[in-house]
């Protein structure tokens, strides 16, 4: 009997329970199912983002490595680079898209266009290499439009690897501003960093000898 009185009493303390706790005990459990398959519909999605960015970042770089970028593979760079920044404007995918528009903007003339893609691209961009290319082709629209300080400012010498490509557009833009002198410097300094690199060098060293003439 006193077995079955603490069976029952066991039984009665289980209810108790149940009555002060069933019910929290049960959202508790409904959240951390609805938490799992909340993050596993988070993660589903995320995966299919970035898959569609891919998709679209792999279509354009394909029309972008024609040998020449006719009126075909520019509307195709310009609709798919355009729907990567509209739609996936955090990613890197969208930074390098803005470059390509950048790209077909210089192929069609459009200017102003390319410095706007650039300086979105340097507004958003966290890759240093990225920022240094960007910067690069931004000093060479300026340069395009006559905007010669503004861009000698972009293309400060520094040790890195685009140093070489920074010093020769540099060259290029003290002899526009009629400075053979500082042009010389600036390229011979080019042609050494190129040759420690391995490039070529036939271009700078071209240029060399027309300011000697």
Known sequence: ?????????????????????GKSLLVGIAIAILGVVGWNYYQDMQRQEAETASAYYQRLLANASAVQLGTNERAAIK????????????????????????R??????????????????????SESELVELAN?????VLQAQGRLPQALALVQDKADAWQARRLEIKGDILLAQGDNSGARGA?????????????????LSLKLDNLAQ
Do not use: H
């Not at 009997?1 to 706790?21: D, F, H, I, Y």
């Not at 690069?136 to 060479?140: D, F, I, Q, T, V």
């Open 79 to 102: 609709q798919d680079a355009q729907t990567l920044k509209a739609e996936y404007s955090d990613s890197a995918y969208a930074q390098y898209a803005a470059l390509m528009l950048a």
């Open 104 to 125: 077909v903007a210089v192929a069609e003339q459009d200017l102003e266009k390319a410095e706007t893609e650039l300086r979105w691209l340097l507004s958003n961009a």
């Open 187 to 203: 390229y011979e300094k080019a042609k050494q960093v190129a040759a420690k690199q391995g490039a070529n060098v036939a271009l």
């Open 136 to 140: 690069l082709r931004l000093a060479l």
């Open 1 to 21: 009997m006193a077995e079955l009185r603490t069976e029952e009493e066991q039984v009665e303390a289980l209810k108790r329970w149940w009555n002060e706790n």
